[in-house]
């Protein structure tokens, strides 16, 4: 059984920092790709970054040169660090797992940023 548990949310001030994580189990976590999407209210659900299984990154413009993802394969784990948060960075942030059959998706993690 596919699951992925994000933790690291929380309330932070416009210019702080916050580092999520999501720690992911049933799944061959080298061999998928990892992905952090959020959803603002009222909003579709966006993609913020994504890594491959062989590390290569992508991000959303509007992050770019912001949030890093990383990954730690002995960990199954995956982070966003996310600097110089912005009030429109407000959303629930959601942990994708993509194994090339079926996409698995965390429960979310809420990440306020204050003006």
């Known amino acids: 059984q596919v699951e992925l548990v994000e933790s690291g949310g929380g309330l932070v001030q416009a210019g702080g920092s916050l580092t999520l994580s999501c720690a992911a189990s049933?799944?061959?976590?080298?061999?998928?790709?990892m992905g952090w999407y959020r959803q603002a209210p009222g909003k579709q659900r966006e993609l913020v970054a994504r890594?491959?299984?062989?590390?290569?990154?992508n991000y959303a413009d509007s992050v770019k040169g912001r949030f890093t993802i990383s990954r730690d394969v002995a960990k199954s784990t995956v982070y966003l660090l996310m600097n110089s948060l912005k009030p429109e960075d407000t959303a629930v942030y959601y942990c994708?797992?993509?194994?090339?059959?079926?996409?698995?998706w965390g429960k979310g993690t809420l990440v306020t940023v204050s003006s």
């Open positions: 994708n797992a993509y194994t090339y059959v079926k996409d698995y």
């Open positions: 049933g799944i061959i976590f080298s061999a998928t790709v």
């Open positions: 890594i491959s299984s062989g590390g290569i990154t």
